[in-house]
C-alpha cells in the first residue's frame, strides 16, 4: 500500500476546530499520512480566539526538519504563520525540497475576527511565499487584502485573482462564500481559464475551520492524484458534507466531525 504524505504547518486550536487539528483530521479522513509543524500555540474554543503566543523559527524548522529527515512528503498546506521567519522557514522548505503540492492558507484572522497574523507576515507571505506556491486559497477578506480590490461581485473575484495570480502562484482560488446570495461562489484561476463553483449555501451558520479544511482536502486530493480542478470540485463536496452535518459541541459556533464518511475518504485513484 502507498500511503502519500502530507505536512500541515500553522497554528493549534485546541478545540480542534480549525488549524493543524482541523487540518491532521481532513487529511486522515481523506487517506492521506498528515505530519504536523506548528508555528503558534492559540489560546481559542468555539466562542472564539483569546491569545496566541509564537514558537520561535528555530523550532519551527527543527520540527519540518524532523519530518523531512524521516523520508519524502509529497504535499505542504500552510496556514497560520507566525512571523515573517516563519515565512522564510517554509518558502525555504519547499525549494530545497521541490515540493510540487504547496497549498498557501494565507490566514488573517479567526472566523471570531481575532487577527492572527501581522501585515508584516501577510506581507512576507505575498512576497516570499506566494511565488512558490501551487495554489492560495483566500477567502474573500483575505483576498480583498492581498489584491487591494474590494470584493463584491463575481466580476470583482476575477480582478482580484488576476492580481494575486501576478504574484507568480500557479492558482489562485478564491472563496466568495461570503458574498451575500443564496449561492457560494468560488473562482479557480491558473493565469488562463477561470473555473467558477457555484453551489447553494448549505447553513447561514457559521463553522469553523472550513477554510484549513478547505485547503487540507485540496491539498489531499492532489497528492492523491487528481488534478487542481477535480481536487477543488473534490474538497468543495468534502467540506458541504462537513457543514451539513457539523453539530453544537461547545457554547459558540457549530463544530465539523471528522468521523469517515463513506465517499469522502475510501477510493483512490486508479486511474
Ligand atoms: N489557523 C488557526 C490556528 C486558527 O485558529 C484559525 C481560525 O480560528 C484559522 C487557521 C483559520 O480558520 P478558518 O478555516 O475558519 O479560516
Do not use: W
Given at each position: 500500500m502507498i500511503v502519500k504524505k502530507v505536512l500541515a504547518?500553522?497554528?493549534?486550536?485546541?478545540?480542534?476546530?480549525a488549524g493543524i487539528q482541523a487540518d491532521q483530521k481532513t487529511l486522515t479522513e481523506i487517506g492521506v499520512y498528515g505530519y504536523t509543524a506548528v508555528t503558534a500555540v492559540t489560546v481559542q474554543n468555539s466562542r472564539g480566539a483569546t491569545?496566541?503566543?509564537?514558537?520561535?523559527?528555530?523550532l519551527l524548522r527543527d520540527q519540518i526538519n524532523a519530518i523531512l529527515d524521516?523520508?519524502?512528503?509529497?504535499?505542504?498546506?500552510?496556514?497560520?504563520?507566525?512571523?515573517?521567519?516563519?515565512?522564510?522557514?517554509?518558502?525555504?522548505?519547499?525549494?530545497?525540497n521541490a515540493i510540487n503540492?504547496?497549498?498557501?492558507?494565507?490566514?488573517?484572522?479567526?472566523?471570531?475576527?481575532?487577527?492572527?497574523?501581522?501585515?508584516?507576515t501577510v506581507e512576507a507571505m505575498k512576497e516570499k511565499l506566494l511565488p512558490l506556491g501551487f495554489m492560495v486559497t483566500p477567502n474573500i477578506d483575505e483576498a480583498s487584502y492581498l489584491s487591494g480590490i474590494?470584493?463584491?461581485?463575481?466580476?470583482?473575484?476575477?480582478?482580484?485573482?488576476?492580481?494575486?495570480?501576478?504574484?507568480?502562484?500557479q492558482w489562485v482560488?478564491?472563496?466568495?462564500?461570503?458574498?451575500?446570495?443564496?449561492?457560494a461562489v468560488d473562482l479557480l484561476y491558473d493565469g488562463n481559464q477561470d473555473y467558477?463553483?457555484?453551489?447553494?449555501?448549505?447553513?447561514?451558520?457559521?463553522?469553523?475551520?472550513?477554510?484549513?479544511?478547505?485547503?487540507?482536502?485540496?491539498?489531499?486530493?492532489?497528492?492523491?492524484?487528481?488534478?487542481?480542478?477535480?481536487?477543488?470540485?473534490?474538497?468543495?463536496?468534502?467540506?458541504?458534507?462537513?457543514?451539513?452535518?457539523?453539530?453544537?459541541?461547545?457554547?459558540?459556533?457549530l463544530q465539523a466531525l471528522h468521523f469517515c464518511m463513506k465517499g469522502d475518504a475510501d477510493e483512490d485513484r486508479t486511474d
Open positions: 504547518i500553522g497554528g493549534s486550536d485546541p478545540s480542534g476546530g491569545s496566541y503566543d509564537v514558537l520561535s523559527s528555530k524521516d523520508g519524502e512528503i509529497q504535499g505542504v498546506k500552510t496556514g497560520m504563520l507566525g512571523n515573517p521567519e516563519h515565512v522564510l522557514d517554509v518558502a525555504n522548505l519547499i525549494t530545497k503540492y504547496s497549498i498557501i492558507d494565507p490566514v488573517i484572522k479567526a472566523s471570531s475576527g481575532k487577527h492572527l497574523v501581522t501585515e508584516t474590494k470584493i463584491e461581485s463575481e466580476n470583482d473575484l476575477l480582478k482580484a485573482a488576476r492580481i494575486i495570480e501576478k504574484t507568480g502562484v482560488l478564491i472563496k466568495g462564500g461570503h458574498i451575500d446570495g443564496d449561492f467558477f463553483f457555484r453551489a447553494k449555501k448549505v447553513r447561514a451558520e457559521n463553522v469553523r475551520g472550513t477554510g484549513c479544511m478547505m485547503a487540507s482536502a485540496i491539498c489531499a486530493y492532489l497528492v492523491k492524484g487528481y488534478d487542481p480542478y477535480e481536487s477543488v470540485n473534490r474538497a468543495k463536496t468534502y467540506v458541504r458534507n462537513k457543514i451539513s452535518n457539523a453539530l453544537l459541541l461547545g457554547k459558540g459556533s
